[in-house]
């Protein structure tokens, strides 16, 4: 197919670490309107999201098809849209997806979740769309949806939430879904054992956050990891623990975008100090763990980085991509080991990395 | 036409000094109302800070506003020359109204700045315009009773 014949490697030499490693990059499918997250199949080809709507299968071979979705909420403008597609951790035997979008309407809206069916063979479909979770309260404006997703061990779910920008100050408030992460089981429910279970916001999970759009549950290390955009520098990759505050925005590395000050405080008692910061901000989008590192793909940053703990301290490893110039909004590892990045643009792709030493 | 720029210049540094210092009282208002103490010390850093970063980005703002609001303020005044001081003070602050209304619909975020989010800091944001209209008008064409007014000694 064309996207196969397109699927060219670009042997990129990065001026990354001192290990001179070198990245290799090879198209899946291109083409695709602002791509947002995509899940590998265990029989083969991906599910890619569009953030303008779609939901697509792409096969191996760069070969689309697009997936029909019963979403009449879906509310798709500037950062609103469809994000994460995610399979449940018993996919091969229910099939069942969870997917994350922007619902409502441009005065009442905020991120929804569904859980879906999807059928055994191409051609797809989905059937059975349920709402699991909504974000409340519904607010007006199109900006901080967080919508990165991850399972736990217990099979229960973790949902990263924004702060829908003009509302920082809810971020504090363990009454509302506003700056999060909220923890729920498969059927939307929050699990008893939550940290704020008596709250008007049963769901949350950890508190005092911006717009997180990157998070991974480390199986090995049973640790969470997370990034999330700060203002103007200030971006964050924390260790999630449950009930934790993060600071928003009572302490932060970054400014304003005007330059004003947003608080005082970089750090406070209580509040949980990021591992790792980036000012000037790099727009951290994506997160996945490679080989115990973690790789983070920048849409500001145009980069792909590789950071490696160590003495407990997240450091960088190294920098890779910069030679495409492209935003890249997503980073995954997929199940078979194949490392996968999406780049953000109405003609972005679907590359696949590898990195050779 | 030097005394027209000087004027128009302390129009702009003057709303854009007194925009900086309220500006940053909300921001801390808001910060002291999630239980956050902030002691004089940090609140006189904070000013300072923003008075170095936002200060600029609000002059910015406020030169083409007042440019236009000071013009049309102007043909007003021709028109009816006795509300001269008003027509300045009412442009300008409808000028910077107008201003955060437009950089609102054009930026990605809904409020660009955050002390607009309310409309009693919207209003309070938008009077430093009116501000720099009084003081463009005020060394530009200052009225009789203002030159006669004694200076300190």
């Known amino acids: 197919m064309k996207q196969l014949i397109l699927a060219i490697s670009l042997f990129v030499l990065s001026a990354v670490s001192a290990q001179a490693a070198t990245v290799r990059t090879e198209v899946i499918a291109d083409k695709l309107n602002y791509p947002w997250s995509v899940a590998e199949l265990p029989e ?26 019963d979403l009449p909420d879906l509310y798709a403008t500037a950062q609103a849209g469809l994000f994460e597609v995610l399979l449940t951790p018993d996919f091969v035997t229910s099939r069942e997806l969870v997917i994350s979008y922007s619902c409502g309407t441009e005065d009442a809206n905020n991120t929804c979740v569904v859980r879906t069916k999807l059928s055994a063979q191409p051609p797809y479909i989905v059937t059975n769309s349920q709402n699991i979770f909504t974000a409340l309260p519904k607010k007006e404006g199109a900006a901080h949806y967080g919508a990165r997703m991850t399972w736990l061990a217990d099979n229960t779910l973790l949902v990263a939430l924004g702060d829908g920008f003009v509302y920082r100050e809810q971020a ?38 911006r717009n997180v759009q990157g998070l991974i549950y480390d199986q090995a290390r049973d640790s969470i990891w997370q990034h999330e955009h700060g203002p103007k520098g200030g971006d964050e990759l924390n260790k999630i623990v449950k009930g934790g505050n993060y600071g928003w925005p009572i302490a932060t590395f970054g400014i304003d975008y005007t330059g004003a000050k947003v608080s005082p405080f970089s750090q406070l008692p209580g509040v949980k100090a990021p591992l790792y910061q980036w000012t000037p901000s790099l727009a951290p989008a994506g997160l996945a763990l490679y080989q115990g590192d973690l790789l983070v793909a920048h849409l500001a940053g145009k980069r792909l980085q590789r950071l490696r703990l160590i003495d407990d301290q997240w450091q960088l490893e190294g920098d890779y991509l910069q030679e495409l110039n492209a935003r890249l909004r997503a980073v995954y590892v997929a199940p078979s080991g194949r490392i996968l990045v999406l780049t953000d643009s109405a003609e972005g792709k679907l590359l696949q990395v590898s990195f050779e030493n | 036409m030097v005394r027209m720029f000087v004027a128009f210049l302390s129009a702009v540094v003057g709303a854009a000094l007194v925009g900086t210092v309220i500006q940053t009282q909300f921001n801390l208002a808001e910060i002291t109302a999630l239980t956050v103490d902030v002691d004089m010390a940090m609140r006189m850093d904070t000013i300072i800070h923003d008075l170095l970063h936002f200060g600029p980005v609000f002059a910015l703002m406020l030169t083409p506003t007042l440019l236009v609001a000071f013009i049309v303020a102007r043909g007003l005044s021709l028109w009816r020359p006795q509300f001269e001081r008003g027509w300045f003070i009412i442009g300008g602050g409808l000028g910077l109204a107008c201003t955060f209304w437009v950089v609102d619909s054009l930026a990605p975020m809904p409020t660009l700045i955050a002390a607009n989010r309310t409309l009693v800091g919207f209003l309070l944001m938008s009077s430093t315009g009116a501000f720099g209209g009084w003081i463009f008008d005020r060394l530009w064409h200052p009225q009789p009773r203002e030159l006669a007014e004694e200076l300190p000694a």
Request: proline residues 5%.
């Open chain 1, 44 to 69: 083969g080809g991906f599910l890619v999201t569009e953030r303008s709507g779609q939901l697509l299968y792409a096969s191996d071979s760069g070969d689309k098809q697009v997936i029909k979705l």
């Open chain 1, 172 to 209: 504090q408030n363990l009454d509302n879904h506003l700056g999060k992460i909220v923890r729920i089981t498969r059927n939307g429910k929050a699990p008893a054992d939550n940290p704020f279970f008596h709250s008007q916001a049963p769901e949350i999970f950890s508190y005092g956050h």
